[in-house]
């Protein structure tokens, strides 16, 4: 009797667990890759391995002086979202470099030849002179006009800052900063020089970032971004502007990369014109493109 059994037992255990029908199989894969296609697809956007670079430039036009001025402070920024990296190097308004069409001048003054020529065409020609000198592929810019940066500060609430030394008009320690000191500390000019002015404009971005990244102050981004706007050319896509938010976002918790072009990586001398300026030492200067903008 047993012997008789057990055969239909094992044919019973079998039917019950009887794979699904290849139909079926290949549905149910169909509706998985569907699902994670757009989910792959966010990841991909906003992780992707694709390096950034942005000319960021500060203007020193103002109601005084005419809306065509020169770029003041200027740094290139790379944003690599997957590592997460964000990089500033702050470059010397006194740099004696070509300038494309105009021959040996101090790189500031690459914006404002174009654009004394043709209103919108300094911030190209800003870029090139950077992609021609530096090496670094860039084609995007923001242009800051700093006599508008009091409002964007004011709309984050002000932002904090902390001096290891006396800098900028203001003692060591740490300072809350509104709107109108933030550009005074940017722009003062009798205690300082240009590398000096370098270190506190990176400080006061620094801060607007940090500031912005801080989830509690999330609620202020709306005006933040509509202050921003009224004082920022650019040419960034819309399409890459939540991607470097996010990059920025991140950056709250891992940081900035803040480099300069330092005084030993630079000559001074004097031109035929009597203008002071500074050469660069590409020797000193390659290395540390190579770190940030390289990889």
């Not at 991140?250 to 990369?257: E, H, N, P, S």
């Not at 990586?265 to 500074?278: D, E, K």
Request: aromatic share 10%.
């Amino acid at each position: 009797m047993l012997e008789k059994t057990q055969p239909t037992r094992r044919m019973d255990h079998i039917q019950a667990v009887r794979p699904l029908p290849a139909r079926r199989r290949s549905c149910l894969t169909g509706c998985c890759s569907w699902l994670l296609l757009p989910l792959v697809l966010i990841l991909l956007y906003f992780f992707a391995p694709l390096r950034t670079n942005i000319l960021l430039l500060g203007t020193d036009d103002s109601p005084e002086r005419g809306s065509v001025g020169r770029t003041d402070t200027i740094i290139l920024a790379t944003v690599v979202p997957l590592k997460p990296y964000v990089g500033m190097l702050s470059i010397p308004r006194d740099l004696w470099v070509t300038v494309p069409g105009v021959g040996e001048q101090r790189i500031n003054t690459a914006y404002f030849f174009a654009e004394s020529n043709e209103a919108g065409s300094g911030s190209q020609a800003a870029l090139q002179t950077i992609r021609e000198n530096f090496g670094v592929p860039v084609r995007y810019y923001a242009v800051i006009h700093m006599f508008g940066l009091a409002s964007v500060v004011d709309a984050l609430g002000g932002v904090d800052i902390q001096l290891d030394s006396p800098t900028g008009g203001f003692p060591a320690g740490a300072h809350h900063l509104n709107g109108e000191q933030a550009l005074f500390f940017v722009r003062e000019r009798n205690s300082s020089d240009d590398f000096n002015r370098m270190v506190r404009a990176q400080i006061l971005l620094s801060s607007m970032f940090k500031k912005a990244g801080n989830p509690s102050n999330w609620s202020s981004l709306p005006q933040f971004v509509s202050s921003l706007a009224q004082v920022v050319d650019t040419n960034v896509p819309v399409w890459q502007w939540p991607r470097l938010l996010f990059a920025l976002l991140r950056a709250f918790l891992f940081g900035i990369d803040s480099q300069t072009i330092t005084r030993d990586m630079v000559v001074p001398f004097q031109t035929s014109q009597g203008a002071q300026v500074l050469a660069p030492n590409w020797d000193a200067i390659n290395p540390l493109l190579s770190r940030m903008f390289g990889g």
